[in-house]
């Protein structure tokens, strides 16, 4: 499974209106829905945000990867969020976060979540991330996902 598979081109926004996270957890789950409509909104902002409450989903320089497990998702899915003007995340560095890769999945994926997620680690070491965060369309972004297996 590629990063492309997780995170579909239509579940990227180059502009997060968002200026806090909990903001930005309901617009990326706004983006999900709309490949998904059958996840339950409540259940997956509920699993991010009370994860995030437990330990923050920044891993510095800028980036966050909110992420929780939901009985409504049969599957590993993604929506990534850019944000020009970075978004106030408590982070433990004291940055904003630009780039945010949120993930919601099923309660029996924990493996392959890992997997995704050492992809998702690999990407932002790469000069991907910085070619994504100068993305000029959703098309330009998702093919930065391409690169990483």
């Not at 990063?3 to 968002?18: A, H, P, T």
């Not at 497990?69 to 944000?83: K, Q």
């Not at 919601?104 to 991907?128: C, I």
């Amino acid at each position: 499974m590629s990063l492309g598979d997780v995170f579909s081109q239509r579940c990227i926004k180059l502009n997060l209106e968002s200026k806090t996270k909990e903001d930005a957890f309901a617009e990326l789950i706004e983006l999900l829905l709309v490949d998904h409509p059958e996840y339950d909104r409540n259940e997956m902002y509920a699993a991010i945000s009370g994860r995030e409450n437990k330990m923050s989903a920044c891993i510095g320089s800028g980036v966050a990867v909110p992420h929780g497990y939901c009985r409504s998702v049969s599957a590993i899915t993604g929506a990534i969020g850019i944000s020009r003007d970075g978004i106030d995340y408590d982070a433990f560095d004291h940055k904003p976060v630009h780039l945010m890769f949120m993930l919601v999945m099923g309660e029996m994926l924990q493996e392959s979540y890992l997997r995704v997620l050492k992809d998702v680690f690999t990407l932002v070491n790469s000069e991907a991330s910085a070619l994504m965060m100068r993305a000029k369309t959703t098309q330009e972004a998702h093919a930065m996902l391409s690169r990483i297996h």
